[in-house]
């Protein structure tokens, strides 16, 4: 897209823009219905990715389909949170012990994002959405860091 953007209007855009970029093209994905959340959804997703990448003081190749899939769960993620759906809890918390302990720099990531989440949106989130976030900045990471 920048590369476009540079080629038609004859300015080159930062590089940061990108994401802001992809971002709303994820969105234009989405039901009609939601789109006029679009701006609220794309600022909860832009908000995880700034807090995984200080975290972890990493930068994301954005070509990565580690990246693409863990923004297409921040787009989901995000939607659910501003629509305030969330999942229902599960009796079954074995996977959430395992994915907490065995990930646990990722967890403990989750960790700081569900503060953020919880203090300015109010939204709690449930111990499956941490278990799916987890496994996701894992994987992010993980083949970001390789």
Request: glycine share 2%.
């Amino acid at each position: 897209a920048l590369d476009l953007i540079e080629k038609q209007c004859k300015v080159r855009l930062p590089e940061d823009e990108a994401g802001f970029i992809a971002l709303h093209l994820a969105n234009a994905q989405m039901d009609e219905d939601v789109m006029h959340n679009m701006y609220e959804i794309t600022k909860v997703m832009q908000e995880v990715v700034n807090l995984v990448k200080y975290y972890f003081h990493v930068d994301f190749n954005e070509d990565d389909v580690y990246y693409y899939r863990f923004i297409t769960h921040l787009k989901f993620f995000a939607k659910r949170l501003v629509e305030k759906n969330t999942y229902t809890e599960d009796d079954n918390d074995d996977l959430w012990y395992v994915i907490k302990e065995k990930y646990h720099n990722a967890y403990q990531c989750v960790e700081k994002i569900t503060q953020f989440i919880q203090k300015k949106y109010g939204h709690v989130l449930s111990k499956e959405e941490e278990l799916y976030l987890t496994i996701h900045i894992e994987r992010v990471i993980n083949k970001t860091k390789s």
